[in-house]
């Protein structure tokens, strides 16, 4: 969470650090602002306004220099009001950018209260740019190679998590990045030279980059980057080509990117099978095909939409390939004290691969003997796909709006060949049924289409949805974890209160909770549990609750009094969750465009959880 930028240029920076804020916006938003050296000074922008007015505001303020940093912030430590908007400054002297947390940041505050430090601001941040102001001072101060040192023995205090990008007054030529626990990339440019907490951040500025490791300290001039590791020693790091199109971050025709990337579902799902025409495990890179006949369980760790693809997989991995597998939420797993099993394959799954949980529950599982591990994941140069034995890459292309979607769908579409792969593995496919599946998946784009097809249906309930406070999501089976996932989505864009059940668990207790103005959601495809979902439908009606039921074409619901039905496609077998989360997508979407929120940044959240 957080999204910083940093630049040492030949030409002035605030262009592409504004532009580098907009790219990364998705990871936080409750303000951004931009500092820059004008004339020997440390000159500052702030804003609680969105990236798209900082601009405006910079250019009012006719800022410019030739090296800056800059934030897009979600909210940690302190409100989201100006002054505990980043860049933060230490004595007019020192500029900091963090993403992070330092969690022994009171102790610190303490200390350098003592040393007459005044703290401006409620963040935590303000620990680290006094403590380089001290650290620098203390070595003589004025000497320009001295910054990257005061930066060193600075954080060498810290505990927690960080990426900075750091300048001071009187050197100004030089920017100092630094990462722990967040990621920060250094981007080599022929005018000049970036950090960045992603790649797209300097799309159309630069190709090569390089990720810096854990604990690395980059030092950024004109003549090149110097990268040293915690202990000040000089360190190589590989220079990569990653060349990235910014027509993957463009809207487009469309308002929203969740809305894009709704859409954009039946395209990725085809890119990501477009060259599977046959299950195995090299799929999952080098080594797998040997390592997975091990495999005697699986432990599913994620966060979120994610940990809902892998509560869905756990049905897979159990019918198809008779492999127990076990879903954890990754904050829970990692504090928790459990048995590993050397047997036991770890999979992470995660969106952007830098989820904090996640990252410590995989690690978790490596240091309680875990010796196989696998990240599914949608960014291929992400910490979880490097810290990971085995890899897949999801490949939906860049996900901007905070409600995951395409990224999902991808991941189910992962899992599922991962559970084939199991399931051949243990003689469990046979050849006409593997060909079965492998058509079933090539056939998946065009149902997607069929599907996104019932917009204009979905649209209409969405006006009524729009108008409640509360709606309870069921399913069974399979598609308990779609219910989740459609509960989910229409929280957190929409700000409706919604709970998931699996549908018998009604009567347990959340049937207390309808009456007839409650809306129950239901997933109902055509699977062995239809004529338990439609006893659990009839419980509800009874209760004058309203159902808005999603049903396969030949799951033979037909609308009536307090029964809306929308016709899905023919069921689809084992991969019916990934059609029928698309509608509890559409849903979520016209609810909120309906009630008018920021459908990409809902309130309080942020797209890449890179802190606890
Ligand atoms: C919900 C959503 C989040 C993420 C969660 C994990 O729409 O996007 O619940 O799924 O924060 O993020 P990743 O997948 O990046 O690890």
């Given at each position: ?183 920060l990339v250094v981007g080599l440019g022929e005018q000049g030279n970036y950090l960045a907490s992603d790649v797209m951040a300097l799309a159309g500025t630069v190709e ?135 047997n036991t394959l770890v999979v992470v799954v995660s969106q952007s691969g830098e989820t904090a949980d996640t990252l410590a529950a995989l690690k978790h599982a490596q ?246």
């Amino acid at each position: 969470m957080c999204g910083i930028v940093g630049a040492v240029d030949r030409r002035d920076v605030t262009s592409t650090l504004t532009e580098g804020l907009r790219r990364l916006e998705y990871r936080g938003y409750d303000s951004c602002g931009i500092a820059v050296l004008q004339q020997g000074a440390l000159r500052r922008v702030r804003s609680v306004a969105r990236v798209a007015s900082l601009a405006a505001e910079v250019a009012e303020a006719n800022l410019s220099g030739m090296i800056g940093i800059a934030h897009t912030r979600w909210a940690t430590h302190g409100a989201p009001v100006t002054r505990n908007a980043h860049p933060i400054f230490s004595s007019g002297e020192i500029a900091i950018v963090h993403n992070g947390i330092i969690e022994n940041h009171e102790a610190l505050r303490e200390e350098l209260g003592v040393l007459g430090y005044v703290f401006e601001s409620d963040t935590d941040t303000e620990v680290v740019a006094h403590l380089i102001h001290h650290a620098w001072k203390k070595q003589g101060g004025e000497h320009e190679s001295d910054l990257l040192s005061a930066v060193r023995h600075a954080l060498e205090r810290l505990h927690g998590a960080y990426a900075i990008a750091v300048f001071a007054s009187s050197d100004p030529g030089r920017v100092i990045g630094a990462r722990a626990g967040s990621p920060l990339v250094v981007g080599l440019g022929e005018q000049g030279n970036y950090l960045a907490s992603d790649v797209m951040a300097l799309a159309g500025t630069v190709e090569n980059f390089i990720y810096l490791e854990e604990g690395d300290i980059a030092e950024l001039t004109l003549d090149g980057v110097r990268v040293v590791d915690r202990a000040g020693h000089a360190v190589q790091r590989e220079i990569k080509l990653q060349r990235s199109s910014t027509s993957a971050v463009e809207l487009g025709p469309y308002r929203h990117y969740m809305h894009k990337e709704i859409f954009e579902q039946p395209s990725v799902i085809a890119d990501a099978i477009e060259n599977v025409h046959t299950i195995t495990a090299d799929l999952f890179g080098a080594g797998a095909r040997h390592a997975f006949r091990e495999i005697d369980s699986l432990l599913i760790v994620a966060c979120g939409t994610s940990y809902y693809a892998g509560m869905t997989a756990k049905y897979w991995f159990e019918s198809l390939a008779k492999v127990p597998a076990q879903v954890e939420v990754a904050s829970e797993y990692r504090y928790r004290s459990s048995v590993a099993s050397p047997n036991t394959l770890v999979v992470v799954v995660s969106q952007s691969g830098e989820t904090a949980d996640t990252l410590a529950a995989l690690k978790h599982a490596q240091s309680q003997g875990h010796r196989h591990t696998l990240a599914i994941c949608n960014v291929a140069s992400s910490t979880m796909m490097r810290q990971a034995q085995f890899q897949h890459l999801t490949s939906a292309g860049p996900e901007i709006g905070v409600a995951s979607t395409k990224a999902f769908t991808t991941q189910l579409v992962a899992l599922f060949l991962l559970a084939l792969t199991l399931s051949k593995q243990r003689g469990r496919l046979p050849a006409a049924q593997e060909a079965a599946f492998l058509d079933q998946l090539h056939r998946l784009p065009a149902k997607l289409n069929s599907v996104l097809a019932l917009e204009t249906q979905i649209v209409a309930w969405a006006e009524a949805f729009a108008r409640t406070e509360h709606a309870l999501f069921l399913g069974r089976g399979l598609h308990y974890p779609i219910a989740l996932e459609g509960a989910l989505k229409l929280k957190e864009i929409s700000y409706v209160h919604a709970e998931a059940y699996p549908a018998g668990e009604l009567k347990h207790g959340p049937l207390a909770l309808v009456t007839s103005q409650m809306p129950v959601v239901t997933v109902a495809p055509n699977d062995a549990l239809l004529d338990k979902l439609k006893s659990n439908m009839q419980e509800v009606r009874a209760r004058s609750g309203q159902l808005y039921v999603f049903a396969d074409a030949d799951s033979r619901i037909a609308s009536g009094d307090g029964l809306r039905v929308i016709r899905m496609p023919e069921h689809y077998g084992s991969l019916s969750p990934i059609l029928h989360v698309v509608p509890l997508q559409l849903l979520a979407y016209h609810t909120a465009c309906a009630r008018g929120t920021d459908v990409d940044k809902p309130r309080n959240l942020a797209k890449s959880v890179t802190v606890e």
